[in-house]
């Protein structure tokens, strides 16, 4: 056996979870058809444009999150807790990123998603995607709470993130992750938001369709929640929405991208 302190590049993770211990999550869950996202990506790939599948559900969840006011939300005060209402929805993004050598989870926060049409939430995606978390500006505090002893950065962590007035800018407003690349079909996570998408793979299954049984395109959808800022109606109202959102979405060419309906908002180029 051999031990040794954690790597400095998993700093940033311990402060975020030793953040979260008051969190009273719930976890609910779903399954989506996702035959209407499939359609639309493989009409929209022939015009010349790419979405990811979490550009999807950043896009559907945001404007679910904006008809919900009371979820798009963030709590603080153990004695006298305060709960303030976001009019902005903005999306903590979690990234399975490389940094100095060692594989690591960072975040970044989009903001004003429930204005953002697909292909300005596709660009931020791919700008976090693709840039170097080594230089990238927008991960300098990370880089900093790395560098700190951890009971400093447990108090530098603590400062950045408790006042609700930046909580939505450091934290977003609700929280996606990922694991449907590799063959998850689902998993339970706590984004440090009061509303946590986890995406799991998207997967072939039987599904019932006119009385008759029939394949699928599918894909698991979990949702946890903050238990002292909703209850569990109104988070499966949010799951609820997101899933129908998801469902419903329109397929056909790249010139329907600006139709009304689910997409309104999705930016013509």
Do not use: W
């Amino acid at each position: 056996m051999t031990a040794a302190p954690i790597a400095r590049q998993r700093r940033h993770t311990l402060q975020f979870l030793g953040e979260i211990r008051s969190f009273a999550p719930v976890f609910l869950d779903t399954e989506v058809d996702m035959t209407c996202v499939g359609a639309h990506r493989t009409a929209a790939r022939e015009a010349g444009h790419r979405y990811s599948v979490v550009t999807y559900v950043l896009h559907t969840a945001a404007r679910v999150l904006a008809e919900h006011p009371e979820a798009n939300a963030a709590i603080t005060g153990r004695f006298r807790p305060k709960v303030a209402r976001y009019d902005s929805v903005d999306a903590k993004l979690t990234l399975d990123r490389t940094l100095d050598g060692r594989r690591i989870v960072l975040a970044a926060v989009l903001p004003g998603l429930h204005r953002s049409g697909l292909d300005d939430i596709q660009r931020q995606v791919d700008h976090y995607r693709d840039g170097d978390p080594a230089t990238m500006p927008e991960f300098a505090g990370a880089r900093a709470l790395q560098r700190m002893p951890l009971p400093l950065g447990r108090l530098a962590y603590r400062f950045a993130v408790r006042p609700l007035g930046r909580r939505a800018a450091r934290m977003g407003t609700f929280a996606v992750t990922s694991l449907g690349h590799r063959p998850v079909d689902g998993f339970h996570s706590v984004g440090g938001t009061t509303v946590t998408l986890g995406l799991g793979r998207i997967a072939e299954r039987p599904v019932v369709r006119d009385h008759t049984v029939t394949t699928a395109s599918v894909m698991r959808l979990s949702l946890a929640f903050d238990h002292r800022v909703i209850d569990g109606a109104e988070a499966a109202d949010v799951l609820s929405d997101i899933k129908d959102g998801l469902e419903d979405l329109r397929a056909g060419p790249a010139a329907d991208r600006s139709t009304t309906g689910v997409l309104a908002g999705v930016d013509d180029e």
